[in-house]
């Protein structure tokens, strides 16, 4: 019986609404957690997650059966809520629209998932702004600057 076989890495990213930082240090691990169960959940693999107080890095092994845009909703409001729910902050969190989905090879997933790991190192030398357009700009992406994250400088 034939099968589908793939093999497909996307690096997410995504940032809290308006840039600010509010997903704390003391957080972050029960963040981490409750995103994992999403993936495992929608039957996907995390390979690596890292979140900044305003930013946060995925690494997944996606399979062909969910779109990217559908994994991504389902983290973001899924995670809002928990967030929410859990009263981390006053007010109401959300994440900001859009998204970053960046697609690796199977060699490249190592280097991937240290640098999603160094992300508090990273970023004592640049911004998460300098960080996504080199993104965009290493993946040869064309794109509108009025469409981009609202960045906080």
């Known amino acids: ?6 093999q ?7 940032t809290v609404k308006g840039r600010q930082n509010l997903v704390a240090k003391e957080h972050r691990e029960e963040l981490h957690k409750f995103i ?10 995390l390979l690596s997650i890292f979140a900044m107080p305003d930013h946060i890095h995925l690494l997944v092994g996606i399979s ?3 779109s990217i845009s559908d994994l991504v909703r389902d983290i973001k409001s899924g995670s809002s809520k928990f967030i929410n729910d859990s009263q981390w902050i006053k007010g109401k969190f959300n994440w900001q629209e859009g998204y970053g989905a960046f697609s690796y090879s199977r060699s490249q997933i190592n280097g991937v998932i240290k640098y999603i790991s160094n992300q508090e190192e990273h970023h004592k030398k ?3 702004k300098n960080e996504y357009l080199d993104f965009l700009k290493k993946f ?3 794109y509108d600057a009025k469409y981009l994250f609202d960045w906080v400088d």
């Open 8 to 14: 497909i890495y996307i690096q997410i990213v995504f």
């Open 140 to 142: 040869e992406i064309e």
């Open 64 to 66: 062909p059966n969910i």
């Open 126 to 128: 640049g911004t998460f």
């Open 1 to 6: 019986m034939p099968n589908t076989y793939s």
């Open 36 to 45: 994992t169960g999403i993936v495992k959940k929608r039957e996907q693999k």
